[in-house]
């Protein structure tokens, strides 16, 4: 069951404004940033992220139905800021429960508790020489 909607609201309010200058520099977490499917703005979602050689899986805390995952499988992909790195993510791809074979396995088990079982995968773009 993904954190409740109060949760997502003072998260976006308070706890992601005083945590975002770290968020790109410590292992595990990640800035998202995507364009909104109607307003065509540009957002910043911190997250939870899990790299494996050429994909990156994000726990969906708050579930797929959020406007940043939606906004993400709309627009194909994202680019996200990570560990002093920005990377783009391409083809986004839901998955449910055996995304936990993707974290480790004390942060499975954190998950696990929470009841959160949703997942999103992405795939790196390959950077190419110009």
Do not use: K
């Not at 993400?72 to 995304?99: F, K, N, S």
């Not at 508790?113 to 949703?118: C, F, K, L, T």
């Amino acid at each position: 069951m993904p954190a409740p909607r109060w949760l997502a609201r003072f998260n976006r309010r308070v706890t992601n404004r005083l945590t975002a200058p770290l968020v790109g520099h410590v292992r595990g977490l990640g800035l998202i940033e995507h364009t909104g499917r109607r307003t065509r703005r540009r957002y910043r979602t911190p997250v939870l992220v899990f790299s494996h050689s050429s994909r990156c899986v994000i726990a969906l805390t708050y579930g797929p139905q959020t406007d940043w995952v939606q906004n993400v499988l709309a627009e194909g992909g994202c680019t996200l800021a990570t560990m002093g790195q920005r990377l783009r993510l391409v083809h986004p791809r839901l998955i449910h429960a055996d995304g936990h074979r993707y974290v480790p396995p004390a942060i499975g088990v954190v998950l696990r508790v929470a009841g959160i079982s949703d997942f999103i995968e992405l795939e790196r773009e390959p950077v190419t020489d110009r």
